[in-house]
């Protein structure tokens, strides 16, 4: 078994240190963290690289995401990850990525945001902030 997925990158996100459930997230959706009544992913493409002698597993994720209300920041759900780097990507890099394939030249470079991770269940998981500039 894979011990730990140890990148995320291409996120638009933001961690905070308190978590409250949005009126969305008490009425709807009470198995997340995500501010997805705020801002949500539309596409997503995960470049993986997989290490079965080490049992690793190295990712970059790239979200799309639409922004529904003004925020500064993004959530994401998350469980025993070690991040190395968010970052903020041109719209559409996903859709983009998926078309060119995982390893082709695609010219998308983006900007490090930072993030931080709030420990608010250690039986279901955490959530990972990320603060939009």
Not at 11 to 22: D, E, G, I, Y
Not at 50 to 77: G, Q, Y
Not at 84 to 110: D, F, H, M, W
Request: glycine residues 4%.
């Amino acid at each position: 078994m894979f011990s730990k997925l140890i990148c995320i990158t291409g996120l638009l996100s933001s961690v905070f240190a308190a978590w409250t459930p949005t009126e969305y997230q008490s009425n709807v959706d009470n198995s997340t963290y995500a501010n997805a009544d705020q801002i949500h992913t539309t596409h997503l493409h995960v470049d993986w690289i997989v290490d079965f002698n080490a049992e690793n597993l190295f990712a970059c994720i790239t979200h799309d995401l639409e922004v529904l209300e003004s925020v500064d920041h993004v959530v994401f759900d998350s469980w025993l990850l070690d991040i190395i780097q968010c970052e903020i990507v041109p719209s559409k890099s996903a859709r983009t990525l998926k078309n060119l394939g995982a390893y082709a030249e695609n010219g998308i470079v983006g900007s490090d945001l930072d993030w931080t991770i709030d420990v608010v269940n250690p039986e279901i998981g955490d959530a990972l902030t990320v603060h939009l500039d």
